[in-house]
């Protein structure tokens, strides 16, 4: 199975800043990988397929990068509604997540 | 707009079997050749795929959970539902349905409904 492995497990922001957060893999997955944005209580909302493309009406601030093992999820200037956990996928081999990351307020 | 909703019960006992049920609403389960899946996580601890089936009925589950793993469409329903047998305090999670796009990634998601076992 591949790991996915997300860093760091918090990250503290302030609004309007800049947020990275990373994914790393066990082993390449090449760019088949997503990321995804969960609130308490709702579902899981799809960000970010194919390492960098985003999907239907994710606004332009949310970007994805990188392939083989390391991927960036960049949020460009945090928004109130950004503050959530988020996590990414691999289906390269099968399918596995990370563990996510908590974005929280500064 | 494709909208998902898992059903079933939240407390199971040890050794029974889980069973949830997961509605489709917006489009036709069998409008095109679609997979729908089904993904847990237990508290506190990452997501962990459990399975995918096709419309047709073919299935791919994770080996982890060996065959104690049975996913079925329902077409007249608009529904498909997962069964996992022998359950102990380690299937304790929230269980989530989706949908996953061919190549593998899950577009759309249920709320996620959380199951405990427990006696």
């Known amino acids: 199975e591949v790991a996915m492995t997300q860093s760091p497990a918090t990250l503290s922001v302030s609004p309007g800043e800049r947020a990275t957060l990373s994914c790393r893999a066990s082993?390449?997955?090449?760019?088949?990988l997503a990321w995804f944005q969960q609130k308490p209580g709702q579902a899981p909302r799809l960000l970010i397929y194919g390492a960098s493309t985003r999907a239907t009406g994710v606004p332009a601030r949310f970007s994805g990068s990188g392939s083989g093992t390391e991927f960036t999820l960049t949020i460009s200037s945090l928004q109130s509604e950004d503050f959530a956990v988020y996590f990414c996928q691999q289906y390269n081999d099968w399918t596995s997540f990370g563990q996510g990351t908590k974005l929280e307020i500064k | 707009q494709l909208q998902l909703q898992e059903s079933g019960p939240g407390l199971v006992k040890p050794s029974e079997t889980l069973s949830l049920t997961c509605t489709v609403s917006g489009d036709s389960i069998s409008s095109t050749n679609y997979l729908w899946g089904w993904i847990r996580q237990p508290p506190g601890k990452g997501l962990e795929w459990i399975g995918n089936?096709?419309?047709?009925?073919?299935?791919y589950h994770n080996p982890s959970l060996k065959s104690r793993v049975t996913m079925s469409v329902d077409a007249s329903r608009n529904q498909f539902s997962l069964k996992l047998t022998s359950v102990t305090a380690a299937d304790t999670a929230v269980y989530y349905c989706?949908?996953?796009?061919?190549?593998?990634?899950?577009?759309?998601w249920g709320r996620g409904t959380l199951v405990t076992v427990s006696s």
């Open positions: 082993q390449s997955v090449s760019s088949n």
């Open positions: 089936v096709f419309y047709g009925g073919t299935t």
């Open positions: 989706a949908r996953p796009r061919v190549v593998g990634y899950f577009d759309i």
